[in-house]
């Protein structure tokens, strides 16, 4: 990173964690794995589904589920998802709000590395989910999402987008809270 900082003089002056600095450790790594775990087990009936029909090369079944994702399978894994999301909720001790803070977060981060690259029908549940979520790092992730986001420009209906809708995707409002503007900085699209 070093060297890559020292050869480009567009980075120069930006902060960048290197070392332990950029590291999770401690409750947030054991979250992030539950959660990673928790969307694996969630796409889990669809990798199966489609590891039937591609006779036994397992390896690239996740690759053809995602390319073949219809609304109704993605869907199905948000409600599975969110199931176990309960579940998990449930069996946690009660009123513990560190740990509840590292949960959300983890999970935030989990869906966006393993479903943002994915197809447009999952990202519009990723940001439907996002979207009812009041944190900060919901509303970085749905920013994220609509910035890199490959799907139409603003105002045009694109193929997995309601007529009526602008945007990259349907815009809903967010309540405006004080608990997650923490970080959240200036433009933040919490209140939009």
Known sequence: MEAL???RPDLSGLPVAMGDACRTKGEQARQFTTAVNTVRQALQPLVDM????????VKNAKEVVFQTTTPATAAAFWERYQA?????????PPGDRT??????RARIAA????LAPETPVMRLGLAKYLSGISHADATKALARLA???AEDGPGQVGPHRPPGTTGRFARRSRPARSDHEEGAGEGDAGGA
């Open 5 to 7: 900082v020292a050869e």
């Open 50 to 57: 489609k590891s039937i029909e591609i006779k036994g090369d």
């Open 84 to 92: 176990a999301c309960a579940q998990e909720d449930k069996a946690a």
């Open 99 to 104: 740990r509840a803070e590292c949960v959300t």
């Open 111 to 114: 869906l966006m590395q393993m």
């Open 147 to 149: 910035i890199f986001s």
